[in-house]
Every structure is written in structure tokens, then in C-alpha cells.
């Protein structure tokens, strides 16, 4: 009549990411061959994405694209977004995976080396997060497997860098919440006369290259005339484009 002893008790393994049961050749794995295999796919997508994110940024801070020589314009190419220019800075998706490959140096029992150039330690995720991300990215992949099978907290990881792949992709989605910034005022001039000016607040979208002022109706079409709008504004001392998002 005894019942048997543990069958009540007992929890079949489950993948801690996504709390599917474990197959019994995956048992001792901390995650799922499923989560390794999403993971690695976004993994894989990730140098891209972030390749295209920091080349936007330096458009939007004004700089040129990284190869197109050293001196930046200080005119931006393109308005500023916020989540781009947070996203592509130090402290963005560098930083990130620097915390994951620091987690998981750390569970491997492997020494975290400090980048030197051998007089100065330095932080390359911090100073040039565009070169160090596809370091990161590499490390990652290649111990990705390892980590699933060893690491006990790989759940919140498998998460973060999911959420790092989404925030990129949505950032640079031109059909999700396309943002609107604040780029100044409408320096033209619409009595010679009097020199009156416009000076209607303009807004740029990320998901078009024309700027209409929703006073005069003046269009800006692209980079060049984008840097003539920049030109003018300065040269009748108007407010220009800021890092403000419009509300
Ligand atoms: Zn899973
Ligand atoms: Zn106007």
C-alpha cells in the first residue's frame, strides 16, 4: 500500500529561461537547447545591428562615419534620438555585455585580463563601445553552450541580451514609435521689411528625411538641406537642434 517514496515530490528539471521541462539528454543544463540556440541567433544578429545603430549615432552627433576621415562637422547629419545615442554610448549595449562577460569569466573560474596598451589600463567598452562589441559578441557565442550547461544564473542573461537585441532593433526601426525631436526654430524670413522671422518650432521624425515647418510650410529635404536649415538658424541666432525630445 505504501505509495512510492518520491515520485510526489519530485520536479522534472526545467530550463530556467523559458521553465519548459528539460529533455532527459539535456538534464544537468541550466537552459534549453531552444533558449541556446534563440540566443545564439540573436547573438549572431547583433554585430549588425549595432554596426548600423553606431554609425546612425555618429550621424546624429554630427560626426562622420567611422573611415571617412577624422575631422567631424559639428552640424548633425540626421536629428537626434535619445535611445539611439544611449544604446550606441559607453555605458550602452558595450557596457552590457561587458557585465555578461564578466559574469561569466567569473563562473569559468578564468581571470577577467583589464585592457592595457601597457602603460595605461583602460576600459574599452567605455572609450570605443564600437570596436569592443565585437569582441564581446564573439566571447559570447563561443562560451554560449558552456554557459547554458553551467551557469546558474544563465536565465537572466539569456534575458538581457534578448532585451539588448530588441532595444537595437527598435531603435533603428524607423515604423516603431518613430521619434520626434525638437530641432529648433524655422529661421525663415517671411517680412523682408521688418526681418520677421517664422520661428516655428520644427520637428524631425527618425522615420523621414524631410523636415516641414507647420507654420510656413518650408521643406528640408535631407542632408544638405538639413545643414543649410543648421546654418541659418545659427546665422539669425535662433534656437537649433538639442538633444530635447519633443513631447
Ligand atoms: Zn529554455
Ligand atoms: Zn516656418
Redesign the pocket.
Known amino acids: 500500500m505504501s505509495e512510492s517514496p518520491d515520485l510526489a515530490d519530485y520536479e522534472w528539471p526545467a530550463c530556467l529561461a523559458c521553465h519548459q521541462d528539460l529533455w532527459e539528454d539535456e538534464t544537468g543544463r541550466y537552459a534549453c537547447r531552444p533558449c541556446e540556440n534563440r540566443t545564439h541567433q540573436r547573438l549572431t544578429e547583433l554585430p549588425g545591428l549595432f554596426a548600423r545603430l553606431h554609425t546612425t549615432a555618429q550621424l546624429m552627433r554630427g560626426a562622420r562615419p567611422a573611415g571617412a576621415g577624422t575631422s567631424g562637422s559639428p552640424t548633425p547629419a540626421i536629428p537626434p534620438r535619445i535611445d539611439v545615442l544611449n544604446l550606441a554610448s559607453a555605458g550602452g549595449v558595450a557596457t552590457r555585455l561587458q557585465a555578461i562577460e564578466d559574469a561569466w569569466r567569473k563562473a569559468f573560474g578564468r581571470r577577467i585580463e583589464p585592457a592595457s596598451d601597457g602603460v595605461r589600463i583602460f576600459a574599452p567598452w567605455r572609450t570605443t563601445p564600437g570596436r569592443a562589441v565585437a569582441g564581446q559578441i564573439e566571447f559570447l557565442i563561443i562560451n554560449l553552450q558552456r554557459a547554458c550547461e553551467t551557469y546558474e544564473s544563465i536565465d537572466q542573461d539569456i534575458e538581457e541580451i534578448r532585451r539588448i537585441h530588441a532595444e537595437c532593433s527598435n531603435a533603428l526601426n524607423p515604423n516603431q514609435r518613430p521619434g520626434r525631436v525638437k530641432i529648433g526654430v524655422?529661421p525663415?524670413v517671411l517680412d523682408d521689411e521688418n526681418e520677421l522671422r517664422?520661428a516655428?518650432q520644427l520637428t524631425a521624425s527618425t522615420s523621414s528625411f524631410t523636415v516641414r515647418?507647420p507654420?510656413?510650410q518650408?521643406t528640408w529635404d535631407g542632408n544638405e538641406e538639413w545643414k543649410a536649415l543648421h546654418r541659418a538658424q545659427r546665422e539669425a541666432l535662433l534656437p537649433t537642434a538639442g538633444l530635447t525630445t519633443a513631447a
Open positions: 524655422c525663415v517664422c516655428a515647418c507654420n510656413c518650408t
